[in-house]
């Protein structure tokens, strides 16, 4: 059964991707005001966030690089030619940095405020529909709760030890988790969270 206060794994999920479909359309004071809210989640959540942030530092700016000196505009220099960024690109690359800040920002939340177990029942059941295409629900939901399992322990060394093999990996031999019934707050959460996305999309 679920624990009160506490949505349904598979609303939860739900509600998260509305939240990352939601963060894809904000800029300037709407994109300030959500980082700003984001010290509200607590400090276990922004020492997530800020590891998480830490292993994708290179994509990060490899993405604002790309888009500050490749989109057409005005130089931030005139006498800079090819060399420099342009406003345009730095105004887009900085949208889309904080954009996927934010988005790592609620896979933080997730992760912190949702047991794995919970997750993997909430896939397991958003991932039902797609047995008519064939698809192993419970291999699929064992190999992502692995997935999650060894990208929380990241190997002595950094990134170049994860092809290693580590004979004292503590892998775990089962995959068990409960599937409680959704009730009337978990609907109205998310109607509610269906709502404010439309909100936001449409403003």
Known sequence: MAQPGQLHPAHRLCCWLLAVIAIQSLSGLSLLAAFAAVPLCGRRVLARWWRLASRARWLLLSLLAVL????????V????????PTWEGLAEGLTQLGRLLLVLA?????LETTPVERLMAGCHVLLRPFRVLRLDVDRAVVR??????YAGRMPAGGWKHLLEPDPTAD???????ALPAATAADWLALAGMLAAVVLVLAA
């Open 106 to 110: 609620a896979v933080a939340l997730l």
């Open 77 to 84: 220099r005139a006498d800079g030619g090819a060399l420099v």
């Open 68 to 75: 500050a000196w490749g989109v057409a505009g005005e130089p």
């Open 171 to 177: 892998a775990p031999t089962a995959v068990t988790f």
């Open 144 to 149: 992502l709760s692995l997935a999650l399992h």
